[in-house]
């Protein structure tokens, strides 16, 4: 199975891919903070500051994700021993981390004008510290333990732990009293955020995405370098 992946045929879907995201990548990103940061219009409360959310809510959706992403592939690699998981997981832990600090300093930021406050220990912000925590340690597990099969083990019951702080992220502001307002956005439900901001925030989450993608090409490639080059050497 890893012969598959090995091959040339991966690294020349990888450079399509990825020249095909940078074709179009600055475009949307000069759209989306067009949009974002001059045609979307203040808010009736908050006023201008309310333009970080562009940057703010989507990075906290990625930063979700990309942890629940990890948690089930490292859960179906424990079970089912896909090893190859394990470099998809490694993958996106670095991207998913780096969105978890931008969403809690955005948040911060955004958090002075609005509460009076860059920080305070509320079940939302406290919650998305842990997940930051989280990714440190699964990172760190495969830099430090030189058996990647242990590796992949403790990373994997570490992933299958932080997956339990996803729904208390996503539910903190319901099931506590905290500074964060409730969602504005609902897939099953009525959404309270007018079009003129959801089509922009929606725009900056597709761009935001674009990033990512070349971020976990990039990343991807090398893992997959460093691996053949470690099976090379047992030859």
């Known amino acids: 199975m890893f012969n ?3 091959n040339s045929n991966i690294f020349t879907w990888i450079e ?3 020249n095909f995201i940078n074709s179009i990548f600055f475009a949307l990103l000069i759209a989306g903070l067009s949009f974002a940061l001059v045609f979307s ?3 009736y409360l908050q006023g201008d500051s309310v333009r970080i959310m562009y940057v703010h809510v989507p990075a906290a959706w990625i930063s979700l994700a990309s942890f629940s992403c990890i948690a089930l592939l490292s859960i179906f690699n424990f079970i089912f021993k896909i090893k190859h998981l394990t470099l998809i997981t490694k993958s996106i832990a670095p991207i998913g981390l780096m969105f ?4 809690i300093v955005t948040g911060s930021i955004w958090g002075r004008p609005t509460w009076g406050t860059f920080w305070a220990w509320d079940a939302r912000i406290s919650s998305m510290l842990i997940l930051a925590l989280f990714y440190l340690a699964f990172i760190f597990i495969h830099k430090l ?3 990647e099969d242990r590796a992949n083990k403790i990373s994997s019951i570490i992933a299958a732990f932080g997956l339990i702080n996803i729904p208390i992220i996503k539910y903190s502001v319901e099931w506590w009293s905290t500074l964060h307002q409730p969602a504005s956005i609902k ?4 959404s309270t955020i007018h079009s003129s901001m959801l089509m922009p925030l929606l725009l900056m989450f597709f761009v935001l995405i674009m990033y ?3 971020i976990f090409l ?3 490639k090398t893992e997959i370098i460093r691996i053949k080059k470690k099976n090379l050497k047992r030859l």
Request: proline share 8%.
């Open 4 to 6: 598959f992946f090995y």
């Open 187 to 190: 897939i099953t439900g009525s």
């Open 218 to 220: 990039m990343k991807y």
């Open 16 to 18: 399509r891919i990825t």
């Open 212 to 214: 990512c993608a070349l």
């Open 145 to 147: 333990v030189l058996d």
């Open 100 to 103: 978890t600090c931008i969403a």
């Open 41 to 43: 219009p203040p808010d």
